[in-house]
């Protein structure tokens, strides 16, 4: 496009060139654009209010797949069990990265004379399930292991407690292990009579942050180093929750945990949180006086935010119901649930998942006095989408949950059969493949296609201004 003005004696021709500000409006639009898709990716899907209701799983039938989660492949889940001991149980689980799962718990001395007595026990499996290794550590005595995180050579560091023989006193206890499960160092933490380690997170900046229990009346949060050296420590004055997941680092290298902020009625859950030396910064409580509540499981969201699950034992109902939390970066209550019927329930953990929403998994005690694991997932704002039930006529405990990489869940406890003794079990949610390509075609178009695309019409809209210029410059000259 052309136009023509007089300048002088002489006409001259101009070409048209992007105004400066449409030029920077359509750049700002399109480096805006990959954050805008993301966000609305993200974003919880208009409901129709059809949620599946609560569903019951009996071993060897199918479970409907909920079409709100296309992500997950809810009717294929499968499980293994793994036995070592007369009593065996999974306390916490994590996904390796090589897709297969490490869990953390307990096991049984097998020597006769050591029969009531058990170790830390930690089991490394493939992404099928299959057992790769296992070992144990403790003294002689009561060890057992709450929580694990992988490190960056592909080995461990665990957290638990351990108490000797001479005395009914625990102590908090972290090994720290290669990739094959083999001894690296361990290390125990006597602070008073009755100490126990429930959650720990490797810190960004390096090392270790534990979460511990000290005489079940206050909480200590506790700095390590790479190699086990104690750092720095910070006491409050409020009952840690026995919880494992209830520990997380923040975007500013501070902590957040939970405990609870009344001692004495647990009328409220308390959520604190510290700078990255651990001194408080501000504490917020969740609950109400006529009621009773606990805290299992704590989440850093995709938003800076915090959500934590547990129960509320509530005076209409005379029992326990599972509890769901959501709050901002501040601590400030954006919502919460309750998921219950008549009977005792729970929830230990929790694990946000893709899309926003959250999953929590626990136990409902059955009319007959059998435990049942019980798994919600919800969508972004707590309602639900999942109500799952695995019923069998023995008791099932579910203690720790985790999301896949490929959009899937894990979650470990245990279970018992009567004569066989307690067992560890694996419960697996596959992913959907088909949703996890999807994603991967639209990061391909987010992190490549349209910063591209961006560069090329930057480099043209700059061409075709130069042109212009210059073609200006050679009709002004005589």
Known sequence: MTCSCMDGNRLVRKRFHPRPSFTIFILVSLMLAPIWIQISYELPKTSNNNHPSSTEYHRGSSLEQPTNLEHMQIEKMWNRTYSRSMYDIGYGIIECHDG?????????????????RYNLWLIRTDASGNERWNTSFGQIGYDGGYDLVECPDGGFALLGYS?????????????????????????????????????????????????CNLM???????????????????????????????LVECPDGGFAFIASNDPLRWSSVGLFRTDANGQMLWNRSFGDVSDTYSGRGLVLCSDGGFAFTGGIWTTNTNNWDIWLVRSDSQGTLLWDRSFGSLEYEIAYSITQIQGGGFACTGIVETAEGFHNIRLVITDPLGETLLDHRIVCYSNYRAYSIVECKDGGLAFTGGFDEGDTGMNLILFRIPGNPNSILTNRVVWVILVLLLPLMTSVLVVWIALHFLRSKGKQKKAKSP
């Open 216 to 246: 079940f009346r206050e909480t200590y949060l506790l700095r390590i180093g790479e190699d086990g050296s104690w750092l720095w420590n910070q006491t409050f004055p409020v009952p840690s929750l026995r919880t494992n997941k209830g």
């Open 100 to 116: 297969g799962f490490a869990i953390i718990g307990a096991t049984q001395q097998t020597s006769m004379e050591m029969s009531h």
């Open 163 to 211: 108490m000797n023989n001479q005395s009914d006193a625990s102590d908090i206890f972290v090994v720290r292990t290669d990739a094959q499960g083999g001894l690296l160092w361990h290390r125990i933490h006597q602070v008073t009579g009755s100490d126990s380690g429930y959650s720990i997170i490797r810190v960004r900046a390096g090392g270790f942050a534990v979460l």
